[in-house]
T-cell receptor
Framework: SQELEQSPQSLIVQEGKNLTINCTSSKTLYGLYWYKQKYGEGLIFLMMLQKGGEEKSHEKITAKLDEKKQQSSLHITASQPSHAGIYLCGADPRGVSASGSARQLTFGSGTQLTVLP | NAGVTQTPKFQVLKTGQSMTLQCAQDMNHNSMYWYRQDPGMGLRLIYYSASEGTTDKGEVPNGYNVSRLNKREFSLRLESAAPSQTSVYFC??????????????FGPGTRLTVT
């Protein structure tokens, strides 16, 4: 089975600092998803990466999927208190082209981000 | 457009009691999912329904049953609750009609405590 390991498990940064969260897979990644969760709430989709070398950005958050497709990183530039929360990566070990319309996602255990004002 | 809604938000059960967690989505999505989230273990898939009328086991199905009542609703039932089922339960849905439509939308969660 595919396992996703996130690092670090927790991160405390001063407002304005840059930070990076990593997600490493035990198998080749097909379709890596990044989500954000605020305490007591559901998950909010951030972005999906499909191809090795792909990079996507939304506001101050950039995610990359490395060429070998076994690791993804999430980078936040000039962090703000609104970025605080738990960041989770998820992947479907069967691949995006697998039959069936449902995605059986495996998730990492999450990275808890605290941004100090 | 409410997205994915779950009821109840909080529940306390005694060991052996039964209950059903309700989930509904108003996005006309084909696929629906139930996850549980435990500290240090991320989210684990309990059951999913690729389309109306079908359900399949996920990673941790033991002790649970599901019903895809119609395209909108997907319920999770605990027949005889155990303390190990204390967790936060999330329902999610996705369109699932093409390779790039697999983004899953999550509900706010149900916090369940079994004593």
């Amino acid at each position: 089975s595919q396992e996703l390991e996130q690092s670090p498990q927790s991160l405390i940064v001063q407002e304005g600092k840059n930070l990076t969260i990593n997600c490493t897979s035990s198998k080749t990644l097909y379709g890596l998803y990044w989500y954000k969760q605020k305490y007591g709430e559901g998950l909010i989709f951030l972005m999906m990466l499909q191809k090795g070398g792909e990079e996507k950005s939304h506001e101050k958050i950039t995610a990359k999927l490395d060429e070998k497709k076994q690791q993804s990183s999430l980078h936040i530039t000039a962090s703000q208190p609104s970025h605080a929360g738990i960041y989770l990566c998820g992947a479907d070990p069967r691949g995006v082209s697998a039959s069936g319309s449902a995605r059986q996602l495996t998730f990492g255990s999450g990275t808890q981000l605290t941004v100090l004002p | 457009n409410a997205g994915v809604t779950q009821t109840p938000k909080f529940q306390v059960l005694k060991t052996g009691q039964s209950m059903t967690l309700q989930c509904a989505q108003d996005m006309n999505h084909n696929s629906m999912y139930w996850y549980r989230q435990d500290p240090g273990m991320g989210l684990r898939l309990i059951y999913y329904s690729a389309s109306e009328g079908t359900t399949d086991k996920g990673e941790v199905p033991n002790g649970y049953n599901v019903s895809r009542l119609n395209k909108r609703e997907f319920s999770l039932r605990l027949e005889s609750a155990a303390p190990s089922q204390t967790s936060v339960y999330f329902c999610a849905s996705s369109e699932g009609l093409g390779p790039l439509t697999y983004e899953q939308y999550f509900g706010p969660g149900t916090r369940l405590t079994v004593t």
